[in-house]
DNA sequence: ATAGGGTTAG
């Protein structure tokens, strides 16, 4: 920035503390705010609430309670504070690394490094923007001036607690507020939000219902996001007649018109309860009252339709939301489609759906193969599951840079669990153990551990007699050979006896 | 495009 005649500002060195958070640089926070303290730039407030925000994202609670309590303290040595909080995780670090040393599987198993993953470069950019990162004065700077803490940063600390499921303390942070004598640190809108959040996450919907009463009794009103929190919660709760009652109210009691949001939310709690009719009419109460909906309107309509099975009726949706210039069609969109169909099992027509998005441009995801294998698997058609697994191989290959120049359309896929054990299973099944062995490669290759005693199970189930036929004609068992092989490589993976070992296994009578 | 609270996909 001095190259181009302009030096940061503390704006700058906020938004890098924001970055850091990002990329989850921990450590280099405390180095941010040296450097803003050593360049001379004024700290602000709003550094501070960046900075509370930053442990909170990090999950890291106790850093973001020290540094607010060392605000209430009015203490200037937050640099010192931020170092301490820094030694102390890399103390904790080294000791988790001792036990895990001290567990070392006998398998010889290799732990994948945990840490993030640094993207190339990104390194010497921090060294250049924080050369004090590299070599840290010994007596960190202190802050030109205390700074007292606020309501929203009190809300930022709590909103920490509500997202780890810490109801008492998020109850207990609101009561400590309003005694607070500083009147800029009353709970306000957000605060009580935030506790409405919070009950409703631990499914205590009457107690949020009392926050939202006491709002109403000390003058801080709730907003159209307090109602949403509410009316997502009964939901959640599957009381979707209260749900109901609350929208009615909050235009009625509280003048707060329900937006798109409200209605995404109730057209949501309709779908958990297996109410696709009751989705539609809130969903063409929305329209009649002037309210526009949005891409996810439309998906989670779409949604009611798929999971219900009808999926002609989510296609006409899905028409309907290509033709909506306010908004534009998603993956998530087509997904939804490709699901109406493979829940079915019509694999034809989710087929086709598959088509046409890769003609407008989108590729499948994981979402999307795991609806089709899902759909394979109902209709019984393992063949066609082969089809999928060779796609999805093409697209797990890490390409080499000058093959993917030509074709660097097609992004690489990150398959999960549930979508390769979805796929093994069906070969397995269908005996194709080539291909099951390869989808099982595939898994370990992602780290994703196989369900070998659940592939066991089939085996023994489907498979253990197979080949065992005293009728087969020589050349039949010929052509077989290739496919017996193939069983043979699975059942010493499985660890069953195998022709490897020189021993038949035989079916003895089922235990369970 | 600086910092607190809400909604969509297998």
Redesign the pocket.
């Known amino acids: 920035m001095s190259e181009w005649d302009c030096e940061p500002d ?2 700058t060195y ?2 890098m503390i ?1 970055l850091c958070a990002r990329v989850g640089r921990k450590e280099l926070i405390v180095f941010v705010v040296e450097r803003i303290i050593e360049k001379g730039v004024k700290v ?4 501070m ?2 900075l509370v ?1 930053a442990y909170v ?1 990090f999950g890291d609670l106790r850093t973001a309670e020290r540094i607010v309590q060392a605000m209430r303290e009015k203490r200037r040595d937050l640099c010192k504070v931020l170092r301490e909080c820094n030694g102390q995780d890399l103390k904790e670090k080294e000791e988790v690394e001792e036990e895990e040393d001290a567990f070392e599987d006998d398998e010889g198993l290799v732990y994948t490094p945990r840490d993030e993953v640094i993207e190339e470069g990104s390194e010497d950019v921090f060294k250049k923007l924080l050369p004090n990162s590299v070599n840290p004065s010994d007596e960190p700077p202190l802050l030109p001036k205390a700074f007292a803490p606020d ?2 940063i009190y ?2 600390l709590m ?1 920490g607690y ?1 997202k780890n499921g810490r109801v008492a303390d998020t109850a207990r942070m609101l009561e400590a507020m309003r005694r607070q004598d500083d009147k800029n640190s009353h709970p ?4 009580y ?2 506790v409405v ?1 919070a009950f409703v996450k631990a499914g205590l919907m009457d107690r949020a219902r009392q926050v939202l009463a006491e709002m109403a009794r000390m003058g801080v009103p709730a ?4 109602y ?2 509410l009316l ?1 919660g009964y939901c959640k709760q599957l009381q979707i007649d209260k749900a109901e009652d609350l929208l009615r109210e909050m235009a009625e009691d509280a003048g707060i018109e329900p ?4 209605y ?2 109730i057209i ?1 709690g309709c779908i958990l309860i297996d109410d696709s009719a009751g989705a539609l009419s809130f969903f063409n109460e929305m329209r009649t009252r002037g309210i526009a909906p ?3 309107s439309y ?2 309509l779409m ?1 009611a339709f ?2 219900s099975g009808q999926p002609k009726l989510a296609n006409r949706v899905f028409d309907e939301m290509m033709r909506d210039p306010r908004v534009k069609v ?3 969109a087509w ?2 489609l490709v ?1 109406g169909y ?2 079915l099992g019509l694999i034809e027509d989710a087929k086709r759906v598959v088509s046409r998005m890769k003609e407008n441009g989108f590729h499948p ?3 999307t ?3 089709l294998a ?1 759909g394979v698997s109902l209709a019984r058609k393992p063949g066609e599951a082969l089809l999928l697994w060779k796609e999805i191989k093409e697209r797990c290959v890490v390409k080499k840079r000058e093959e993917s120049e030509g074709d660097s359309s097609t992004p690489m896929l990150k398959p ?1 669990e ?2 390769l054990d979805m796929l093994a299973d069906i070969c397995v099944r269908a005996a194709f153990f080539k291909k099951a062995l390869e989808i099982i490669a595939c898994m370990e290759e992602n780290g994703i551990p196989p369900n070998k005693t659940k592939f066991k199970k089939i085996y023994v189930e489907m498979h253990s007699r197979m080949f065992t036929s005293k009728h087969a004609s020589q050349a039949r068992v010929e052509r077989r050979m290739e496919r017996k092989r193939a069983a043979e490589a699975f059942k010493f993976w499985l660890g069953l006896p195998n022709s490897y070992y020189g021993s038949e296994w035989k079916l003895g009578p089922r235990e369970d």
């Open positions: 503390v704006l906020n938004v924001k602000c407030m709003t550094t609430h960046s925000a994202g309501s929203r809300t930022t909103k509500m306000d809108e957000v605060t939000t935030t959040s907003n159209r996001i307090t949403n929190v997502k937006d798109v949001v409200s995404n939310i949501d949005t891409k996810i998906t989670t949604k798929a999971m998603d993956l998530i997904n939804m699901e493979c829940r995801n994981v979402a193969y795991g609806s899902n999960d549930g979508l």
